[in-house]
């Protein structure tokens, strides 16, 4: 069966790098069956640049968050595999062929991941390429950025928790592996991350430890209570 | 002369949750529960208190033994280390009974804490890179 694959790009003020995403979804060896790109009520010009882009399925909303605007994709998502990407970030040409290709080799795979590089954004001028470290190897990407997956797995394990910013897939993934569903993570570097600065990154630590220590200690009572 | 310690750095966060501090490093990948009395032991020696005044803030001091036991855990963890620091003020723990520390530790996660998350926050708008 040829797998309808659907991009779920999530956008919230990206108007920067939002062509060059897209471009690189255009660019798929196997293309997709539809690009969805939810916008979560950008102030910029994210939404007409998604509008304009040839075969590109526009979804809005009001300012919700990263975990809400993915809900929103997924749920309006008509294919039965779905591929992530964010929306400054660049998938390589091969990406949906060699990830669509796992799930032909394994029929009970549920989702699988990339490998996933770094990149210093080429615009950037010298004294901020200075404050970033950038990764010189490719490593696991075991992110939500890299992830292909069988709709129907996702929505097993239940949406994304909108009330999360940082933590939401963290999360979900916890839950998904207490379920028991299999993952993958390709050898290939399929995914390129975009660094560039952002001070309001640093300033949301504090929401990142409270986050990270109240969705891991959920999964630690949930273990307790297996046992 | 008396040994303090220090969180080893900001890739260890801590959060304390009901009766539980829930630690994760961002290094490695590995997190960690304390049960018990781990939760005032920590909060203690992260306010800078050695392993005699510990002692001396439980309801019934349990003698030093367990407490630098239990501190040498977290530092062969590497979740604190010894510091220079001076004697810590007085800090708003009430530990209570003694109950043996737990230091229980999860690596279940390691490649999802490893990958950086911060990137996909930010007021500017996001995905955005640290």
Known sequence: ?227 | MSTRYQVSGPHIVHETIDDEVVIVNMETGAYYSLQGSGQAIWSLAEAGKDASEIDASFAAAPGVEPIEKFLQELVSEQLITVSERAAAAEVDVAPGEFVAPALEKFTDMEDFLLVDPIHEVGEQGWPNKP
């Not at chain 1, 010009?45 to 975990?67: E, H, Y």
């Not at chain 1, 970030?89 to 989702?111: S, V």
């Open chain 1, 1 to 227: 069966m040829t797998p309808a694959i659907s991009i779920l790009l999530p956008v919230y003020n990206g108007q920067q790098y939002l062509r060059e995403s897209l471009a690189s979804l255009s660019a798929q060896t196997l293309p997709p069956a539809e690009i969805v790109v939810i916008d979560d009520g950008s102030t910029d010009q994210s939404a007409a640049i998604a509008a304009d882009f040839p075969g590109v399925t526009l979804i809005q909303q009001a300012n919700a968050g990263a975990a809400a605007a993915r809900n929103a994709g997924l749920t309006a998502a008509t294919g039965n595999l779905i591929a992530c990407l964010d929306a400054d970030d660049l998938a390589d040409p091969k990406r949906l062929e060699l990830q669509a290709a796992a799930f032909d080799r394994d029929p009970d795979l549920d989702g699988c991941f990339t490998h996933l590089a770094e990149f210093l954004s080429p615009e950037l001028p010298d004294d901020e390429r200075a404050q970033l470290e950038c990764k010189a190897e490719a490593a696991p990407g075991a992110c939500i950025g890299t992830l292909m997956i069988r709709r129907d797995s996702f929505l097993r394990v239940g949406l994304l928790d909108p009330e999360l910013r940082v933590a939401y897939f963290l999360q979900w993934y916890g839950l998904a592996q207490d379920q028991g569903l299999r993952f993958e993570m390709l050898s290939e570097t399929l995914v390129q991350r975009r660094l560039h600065l952002d001070n309001t990154g640093r300033r949301e630590k504090g929401r990142l430890a409270k986050e990270y220590a109240k969705v891991l200690a959920a999964k630690i009572a949930r273990r307790r209570s297996q046992k």
